[in-house]
């Protein structure tokens, strides 16, 4: 299964997937390909196992950014509070949650000088750190403020803004 799923195909990521509730790490292990978006490389069960096979399957982690990683080159994996960061060099990065949801985009639309990011680091305030192809760049990926511009802001003149069961509306 392995050689004919990915033969042709990079991994460019690993890393533990934290898939439950409690927040507890399974040995289970969330890949990065390079075209083929992302898939959770799953132990399979002393008892459940057949003579000969793996002792692992590939499962497609299904998302809500299936078709944006099929476009993109996706190059690094990062676990945050959130949930996961995929670093692509073609498009930024974008925020996931443990079960597919899309979180949150980070490229240019946002504020970055450049969506080629080759690396991500989380340091000890929580603050992200994106390795660019023309520098560095800090995002405060947990703060309660979030900057509009023109580019992704509502547009027009603001009248009014209200927060409701934490949807904003304006």
């Given at each position: 299964l392995f050689r004919s799923e990915f033969s042709e195909e990079s991994i460019y990521a690993m890393i533990p997937f934290i898939n439950n509730a409690k927040g507890n790490i399974s040995q289970?292990?969330?890949?990065?390909?390079?075209?083929?978006?992302?898939?959770?490389?799953k132990s399979v069960p002393k008892g459940n196992r057949i003579s000969g096979e793996p002792s692992f399957i590939f499962e497609h982690f299904h998302t809500q950014i299936d078709s944006f990683l099929l476009?993109?080159?996706?190059?690094?994996?990062?676990?945050?509070?959130?949930?996961y960061s995929?670093?692509?060099l073609t498009k930024g990065s974008v925020i996931i949650d443990a079960e597919g949801k899309l979180i949150n985009f980070l490229n240019k639309e946002v504020g970055l000088q450049d969506e080629n990011?080759?690396?991500?680091?989380?340091?000890?305030?929580?603050?992200?750190?994106?390795?660019?192809?023309?520098?560095?760049?800090?995002?405060?990926?947990?703060?309660?403020?979030?900057?509009?511009?023109?580019?992704?802001?509502p547009g027009g003149t603001i009248q009014a803004i209200v927060r409701h069961n934490n949807t904003i509306s304006v």
């Open positions: 289970d292990i969330l890949l990065c390909t390079k075209k083929k978006g992302l898939y959770i490389m476009d993109n080159i996706s190059y690094h994996l990062l676990k945050t509070d959130a949930g995929i670093a692509t990011i080759k690396s991500q680091y989380i340091d000890a305030s929580d603050n992200m750190w994106l390795a660019l192809s023309n520098g560095i760049a800090k995002v405060a990926i947990n703060s309660p403020i979030t900057y509009f511009s023109d580019k992704n802001g």
